[in-house]
């Protein structure tokens, strides 16, 4: 599993983007996925999750509505569609492969892709 996240970049508050976690690997198919985030000076945290099928999805509650997890597993790749962005979701975007059962703890998760910056300024 060799994953890289993309999409990130610099958007107005209620401004739309769409992040990638495109997996180089052969695997993809089989994980479970998810998304965390990183602000500044601030814990890595949950943000949605997604199974293997893409039959069941999760979501922290402050992005529920707004973001939505999907994947694609004929091209390799996951995806976070962010809506009605606010400041506070201002942070750096990871995607990682679920190892463990537990979807909101970033010690369940393994490897992580190399982060992409979401920046949504007021």
């Known amino acids: 599993v060799q994953l890289q996240a993309s999409g990130g970049g610099l958007v107005q508050a209620g401004g739309s983007l769409r992040l990638s976690c495109a997996d180089s690997?052969?695997?993809?198919?089989?994980?479970?996925m998810g998304w965390f985030r990183q602000a500044p000076g601030k814990e890595r945290k949950f943000v949605a999750a997604i199974t293997s099928s893409g039959g069941r999805t999760d979501y922290e509650d402050s992005v529920k509505g707004r973001f939505t997890i999907s994947r694609d597993n004929a091209k390799n790749t996951m995806y976070l569609q962010m809506n009605s962005l606010k400041p506070e979701d201002t942070a750096v975007y990871y995607c990682?492969?679920?190892?463990?059962?537990?979807?909101?703890?970033?010690?369940?998760?393994?490897?992580w892709g190399q982060g992409t910056q979401v920046t949504s300024p007021a």
């Open positions: 990682a492969t679920r190892i463990g059962f537990n979807i909101i703890e970033a010690h369940a998760y393994a490897y």
């Open positions: 690997g052969r695997t993809f198919s089989r994980y479970a």
